[in-house]
């Protein structure tokens, strides 16, 4: 599986972007895609992550702290790319932000919101939010 990440830029406070995540590959041995977010001198941390549903089961989706009530993470099965609405841009939002995927399954929520979940990554995109 191979992960394009884009839609990074530069963003004045409060402004929003959305980034996007395409897939390729095996994506059919996917159950779940989640981002993650890098600023220098700091490690990785989790922002979101979906986990897909498994038969009639929907789709679950995680929030760092940070990220709730900003940011909506999605998916758009058809084009096999999830996606990250960002809102409210603050300048501490500023980062790297990867995406990841894992074909790893858990039935646990809490499992996505590690890296150690997740066995594929993509390049990050920079995003930077300006005062």
């Known amino acids: 599986v191979q992960l394009q990440a884009s839609g990074g830029g530069l963003v004045q406070t409060g402004g929003f972007l959305r980034l996007s995540c395409a897939a390729s590959g095996r994506t059919i041995t996917l159950n779940g895609m989640g981002w993650f977010r890098q600023a220098p001198g700091k490690e990785r941390e989790f922002v979101a992550s979906i986990r897909f549903g498994v038969r009639s089961e929907g789709h679950s989706t995680y929030y760092a702290d940070s990220a709730k009530d900003r940011f909506t993470i999605s998916r758009d099965n058809a084009k096999n790319t999830m996606y990250l609405q960002m809102n409210s841009l603050k300048p501490e939002d500023t980062a790297v932000y990867y995406c990841?995927?894992?074909?790893?399954?858990?039935?646990?929520?809490?499992?996505?919101?590690?890296?150690?979940?997740?066995?594929?990554w993509g390049q990050g995109t920079q995003v930077t939010v300006s005062s």
């Open positions: 990841a995927a894992t074909s790893r399954y858990y039935p646990v929520g809490n499992y996505y919101y590690a890296t150690s979940t997740y066995n594929y």
